[in-house]
């Protein structure tokens, strides 16, 4: 072996390293190129690899990590904006699905409505046809007795007084400015049913009845008369109240029971004395004659006290006299020749006590 244990070397020697159990021969020139690569990389290498480089190689390993992980945010939001989309879809189906059925729907309903204000103005139609022949029938005495032998009246007067009574009070300040229709069905139904309860009452055995079977009708008389409101449906409003209150409620004024019924109702004066400025004429007529009722009858003035001697309501009377319809006129003097009798009754008993 011409290499040595010192590592000291003759020209053109070999140099061997040990490899495994070996050794690889290496020319000198080799050794030494490689000997001064390496020198040269211990000189340079700490002027290259310096504190900036190395910041810089961590800061491209985290951007490298960072744009790895915003690859598969990246990813997973593609994921998720597909998710959504299909989501999307399947709503936007739904919601047409939807909409179809809400115009067939509404089709329906719209049809449903036509068939219901058919059925409405049938059911009217054929109610006030009905009441119109009870209201015709009501007119013969017969007619009248076989309903209450048939037992049939009560019922019909507890279905009218309701009716009746639903009807007044849908005349409300919203329909003021609607136009009045005299011969709508509706309201001819209205009119059929108050004329039967007056035909009814102008029947003895009718009075006799409500008199002393139905005080409920009585009562929702004077409540209905109660609940009309000036200017709504002005005509149909005198209409009702010339029929439906004031003339049923004087026909039942001409039996004793029932007018001293109708004059314990504490609301009744008040609403005559009310009635007695309307401005038609046959209210104030149909008014004056139930007043009239309630003067001659002596127990009444017993029950009502002093209201009748009230000098506004004999002031009122008094006006009407110079009214220019006949009938009017003569009823309001009749009236007011019966208030001053009272009057003067009633200072007699208080000069004789």
């Given at each position: 072996m011409s290499a040595s244990l010192s590592g000291k070397s003759l020209p053109g020697a070999m140099v061997k390293t040990r490899k495994q159990d070996g050794f690889v021969r290496v020319r000198k020139r080799d050794l030494e190129k490689l000997t001064t690569e390496v020198m040269q990389l211990r000189e340079f290498l700490p002027k290259v690899l310096n504190k900036d480089l190395i910041e810089m190689l961590h800061k491209a390993r985290a951007a490298q990590t960072m744009k790895d992980h915003l690859v598969q945010d990246q990813e997973r939001l593609r994921q998720g904006c597909l998710h959504l989309q299909s989501c999307l879809e399947t709503v936007q189906s739904e919601c047409q699905k939807e909409r179809e059925e809400k115009l067939l729907l509404r089709e329906q309903l719209w049809q449903s409505g036509t068939e219901l204000q058919q059925q409405a103005d049938f059911c009217s139609g054929l109610g006030s046809a009905a009441c119109s022949l009870l209201w015709s029938s009501s007119a013969r005495e017969n007619t009248v007795t076989h309903w209450l032998a048939d037992g049939k009246l009560e019922?019909?007067?507890?279905?009218?007084?309701?009716?009746?009574?639903?009807?007044?009070?849908?005349?409300?300040?919203?329909?003021?400015?609607?136009?009045?229709?005299?011969?709508?069905?509706?309201?001819?139904?209205?009119?059929?049913?108050?004329?039967?309860?007056?035909?009814?009452?102008?029947?003895?055995?009718?009075?006799?009845?409500?008199?002393?079977?139905?005080?409920?009708?009585?009562?929702?008389?004077?409540?209905?008369?109660?609940?009309?409101?000036?200017?709504?449906?002005?005509?149909?409003?005198?209409?009702?109240e010339q029929w439906l209150m004031l003339m049923a409620l004087y026909n039942i004024s001409i039996n004793v029971k029932g007018l001293k019924y109708i004059s314990e109702n504490p609301g009744l004066l008040p609403l005559i004395w009310k009635l007695l400025d309307d401005g038609d004429w046959e209210v104030c007529l149909h008014s004056l004659r139930l007043l009239q009722s309630m003067l001659l009858e002596e127990e009444v003035p017993i029950l009502l006290g002093s209201s009748l001697l009230n000098p506004d309501l004999k002031s009122r009377v008094s006006q009407l006299t110079s009214m220019v319809q006949p009938s009017l006129r003569l009823t309001a003097q009749q009236t007011l020749e019966d208030l001053q009798a009272l009057q003067q009754g009633k200072g007699c008993k208080q000069n004789s006590l």
């Open positions: 019922p019909f007067l507890a279905v009218a007084v309701q009716t009746l009574e639903s009807f007044v009070r849908s005349l409300d300040e919203e329909v003021k400015t609607q136009a009045e229709d005299h011969n709508s069905k509706e309201h001819q139904f209205v009119l059929a049913l108050a004329g039967t309860i007056t035909n009814i009452a102008a029947v003895t055995c009718g009075r006799d009845f409500l008199s002393s079977s139905a005080h409920d009708v009585l009562d929702t008389l004077v409540k209905l008369l109660q609940l009309m409101k000036p200017g709504v449906f002005p005509k149909l409003k005198v209409y009702v």
